[in-house]
């Protein structure tokens, strides 16, 4: 089964409105951790947000933010006022804190274009 | 803080050849350090986990004898694809943790190989 799962392919916002970008993770690890990265076309996977399985608040860094819906296994990412720069593929990831490997386990992305 | 860097960023070689591609932590050191290979418009895959001072643990359907990992330091870790073939041509990335509460995984900016 796959651990992380992003449904959308690709998804359109128009510039300054919001929009949400689907994660769903799939673990029997009580303790886990979810990240958000950025990926432009230049190739670099830049962190965007984390948040730990037992957080009580949903993660908020600027203008994204962390959806956390634990009993539905949920991790969605929220970014505000879109940007033209923020038109990239968006990779959801999950570690495994159990194993104590500390290795990312990564969504198949979602492409995000931001239309002017 | 947190940086990454991979060099080279781009390499292009012939085939039968070895490439050499080095991760370096910038600012922190890392006793771990992940290799992941992106093949294009897919998610990134964990090779192996470059572990300071002792050999790598790969992945399964990963050849340790063609990828060769050393990590040398705490703040070097170097991947070298020996006897390169076109299939190898991908975008190798790297990664690594500062450590603490999150551990959040800090990427480089990524090789792309290209064997001709």
């Known amino acids: 089964a796959q651990k992380i799962t992003q449904t959308q392919p690709g998804m359109f916002v128009q510039e300054k409105e919001a929009v949400t970008l689907d994660c769903t993770y799939d673990?029997?690890?009580?303790?886990?951790?979810l990240f958000w990265y950025k990926q432009p076309s230049s190739g670099e996977m830049i962190f965007l947000i984390y948040q730990g399985s037992y957080d009580q608040q949903n993660a908020t860094e600027g203008r994204y933010s962390l959806n956390f819906q634990k009993a539905r296994k949920s991790a969605n990412l929220v970014i505000s006022a879109s940007q033209l720069g923020d038109s990239a593929m968006y990779f959801c990831a999950m570690r495994e804190d159990q194993t104590g490997a500390n290795n990312l386990f990564f969504g198949t992305g979602t492409r995000l274009t931001v239309i002017p | 803080g947190a940086v990454v860097s991979q060099h080279p960023s781009r390499v292009i070689c012939k085939s039968g050849t070895s490439v050499k591609i080095e991760c370096r932590s910038l600012?922190?050191?890392?006793?771990?350090m992940f290799w992941y290979r992106q093949f294009p418009k897919q998610s990134l895959m964990l090779m192996a986990t470059?572990?300071?001072?002792?050999?790598?643990?790969?992945e399964q359907g990963v050849e340790k004898d063609k990828f060769l990992i050393n990590h040398a330091s705490l703040t070097l870790s170097t991947l070298t694809v020996t006897s390169a073939h076109p299939e190898d041509s991908s975008f190798y990335i790297c990664s690594a943790s500062p450590g603490g509460g999150t551990d959040t995984q800090y990427f480089g900016p990524g090789t792309r190989l290209t064997v001709l």
């Open positions: 673990t029997s690890d009580p303790s886990y951790g």
């Open positions: 470059s572990n300071e001072g002792s050999k790598a643990t790969y």
């Open positions: 600012d922190f050191q890392a006793t771990t």
